[in-house]
């Protein structure tokens, strides 16, 4: 994996191979091993290069064809490179290194933009073609690489992170106010927005195109819920678990050392035992531990180890989360609020340690319904065929508004739950899925945000993301539809973000075999049934690891990758985070009012409330705003 960035000429005309550097220097961490630029009279190029295939300088980019007329810069990994380079030398193509980049570079020479059809990996790449002074930029189906793009005013620049757009000169820093109300909706900002308001996301599965000044943007891809298999489950369990086991296979492929996130989870230990059985060597294993039982899975990664007998390094999070929180902030430079972002730091940091490429479960629980969501809006669907329409519309909102205004500790907690449900049920299916996952209520936003914020927002509302989502989606059910809509939203902008910076940070490969375009495109024909049986979740994915794993893996309660926020307020972090929102705050007061944050702050420190989760965003959009906007 690597970093890459360029800008077109024509509006930059200022610009040197100087800036170019200075683009690649802000994201040397994706890339410490090498850098190249390339600039000519339209484009400028550069690239930094963390070296997994071929170590050698001929896998050094950018990378020409071999007449020199088109040129690439490539982000990520292309599993059926060989595949592909086979058939190319077959038809005439020579290759001077052993890079999965090559591969690309041959392709579209022969192909154009149809050679995306072919490409089975994550990737972010741009390439220049000279005689047609092109310039064709493109992202992989899931969105497991990332790329930005700069369209202000005639200049035209792209990066694999915002901030080294931000190294050009006069790159405008305006805030997109919906932007920010997405983000402390969902804890992030999705696509193909960006918090900027003239920077934007490619969206996954899309290609763009820059020919004679026009710009075009194509999606060349989108999984599809239509066609559902009328095979039986025995078949389709058989079939998955061949299909996992080549999925795993084919990220193995790496001339750097190579291991594995372990959590004990189904996800992550289902690919670890996949490993162990295509290695002729111990797979070396990583997990992080908590000192609080609560949140400590620990354990069964141990178990697992033990099973596989892998090498197995281990890290116990503690006090020290004070200490490195704002460096760890500082890779993303829009505002991002997963709390989990702090485990997966420091289990990249421990595996860097002692590999360059980690493989990882991530993509189970949003491709086969593994979150405990999907639990929570079946209940509430059910629950909402029993009601009559009227009692729902009209009586249930009042019972909620009711709930609201319950703050006491213990009773609370209830309260909430109830608001949220009948909030839920007085809805559609879709906006009650939206209600249930929102990280802020409508009620706590209209209270927060300043009275010029709300009237500058309109109409908008976050939901619009997870509406057009779900009517987009094509598949036979309601279960479908939100395991489409999360992939397309939550998988992109939440959970391959977090990964992606944290691991890139570290300068840590990390491939997903849950994610392949083939398991994506042959589960969204499993049945919903199949996914989701009598309550329990994933069931199908489990019964294909059933060989591999045992009972106390795979029906254990899922925890998830979380951390004691209520707790970490009230003692580890409490300093800091007083610092950012109480004492010395610079974003949160162009959004919010001040009087409330403050009341939320006091409510969760005497522990009349639990507002740890708000605080958490609210510290991670202030910490954001003070590195890349300014105090």
Avoid at 286 to 294: E, M, Q
Wanted: charged share 25%.
């Amino acid at each position: 994996m690597c970093g890459i960035a360029g800008f077109l000429t024509k509006g930059y005309s200022e610009l040197s191979t100087e800036h170019l550097l200075a683009m690649g220097d802000a994201i040397a961490h994706r890339g410490p091993d090498a850098h190249g630029e390339y600039l000519d009279d339209h484009v400028g190029l550069c690239h930094r290069r963390l070296s997994i295939l071929d170590l050698s300088a001929a896998g050094n980019q950018p990378m020409y064809s071999a007449s020199g007329d088109i040129a690439i810069v490539f982000n990520g990994e292309i599993y059926n490179f060989l595949t592909l380079k086979a058939e190319l030398e077959a038809n005439g193509a020579t290759f001077v290194s052993g890079t999965d980049t090559e591969v690309i570079l041959h392709l579209y020479e022969r192909e154009g933009s149809a050679c995306l059809s072919k490409l089975n990996g994550m990737f972010a790449f741009a390439i220049w073609d000279k005689n047609k002074k092109s310039l064709f930029i493109a992202r992989d189906r899931i969105g497991k690489k990332p790329l930005y793009y700069l369209d202000y005013q005639g200049k035209f620049a792209f990066a694999s992170e915002i901030k080294s757009l931000l190294t050009l000169p006069d790159t405008p820093k305006d805030i997109r106010l919906d932007a920010v109300h997405d983000f402390f909706a969902y804890q992030y900002v999705p696509d193909p927005k960006s918090i900027f308001q003239h920077i934007h996301k490619l969206p996954p599965g899309h290609y763009m195109t820059i020919e004679n000044g026009i710009k075009t943007i194509t999606e060349y891809w989108d999984v599809s819920f239509a066609k559902t298999s009328d095979k039986s489950e025995a078949e389709l369990k058989a079939q998955l678990k061949t299909l996992a086991e080549a999925c795993t296979e084919r990220r193995m492929i790496s001339d750097v050392p190579l291991g594995a996130f372990l959590s004990g989870g189904v996800d992550s230990s289902g690919v670890v035992a996949m490993m162990a059985k295509s290695s002729s060597t111990p797979v070396k294993t990583c997990t992080i531990a908590f000192g609080d039982k609560k949140y400590n899975e620990a354990e069964f990664a141990q178990s697992v180890a033990a099973l596989y007998k892998t090498e197995h390094h281990e890290y116990l999070m503690h006090q020290n989360v004070a200490e490195t929180l704002e460096h760890i902030v500082s890779f993303f430079d829009e505002p991002f609020a997963d709390p989990s972002l702090v485990p997966t730091f420091f289990v990249s940091e421990l595996a860097r340690q002692a590999v360059t490429v980690a493989i990882a479960g991530d993509g189970g629980d949003e491709v086969f319904a593994g979150y405990e969501k999907y639990s929570t809006d079946d209940i509430e669907n059910r629950l909402r065929e029993k009601f009559p329409k009227w009692m729902r519309h009209r009586l249930f909102p009042k019972l909620a508004r009711s709930f609201a205004k319950i703050e006491a500790p213990v009773i609370g907690t209830i309260a909430r739950k109830a608001k949220s449900l009948f909030s839920s049920l007085s809805v559609s299916p879709e906006m009650g899925f939206y209600i249930t996952n929102s990280q802020m209520e409508d009620r706590q936003w209209q209270q927060l945000a300043r009275p010029d914020v709300q009237e500058k927002l309109g109409s908008y509302h976050p939901s619009k993301l997870t509406l057009d989502a779900y009517h987009k989606a094509d598949g036979p059910d309601h279960l479908s539809k939100i395991l489409y809509t999360d992939m397309k939203t939550y998988l992109p902008g939440g959970i391959l973000v977090k990964v992606d910076r944290m691991s890139m940070a570290n300068s840590l490969e990390v491939r997903a075999p849950i994610l392949d375009k083939e398991m994506l495109e042959f589960a969204a024909t499993v049945p919903s049934s199949m996914k989701f049986k009598n309550g329990e979740k994933k069931h199908l994915l489990k019964e294909a690891f059933k060989d591999y794993l045992p009972d106390d893996i795979l029906y254990r309660k899922k925890m998830g990758f979380s951390v004691p926020l209520a707790s970490w307020f009230r003692h580890e972090i409490k300093p800091i985070a007083n610092k950012y929102l109480i004492k010395s705050p610079v974003g949160l007061p162009q959004i919010f009012n001040m009087h409330i944050v403050e009341q939320y702050w006091q409510q969760h420190q005497n522990e009349s409330a639990d507002h740890s989760a708000i605080l958490w965003s609210m510290l991670m959009f202030e910490m954001w705003w003070q590195r890349y906007v300014g105090k």
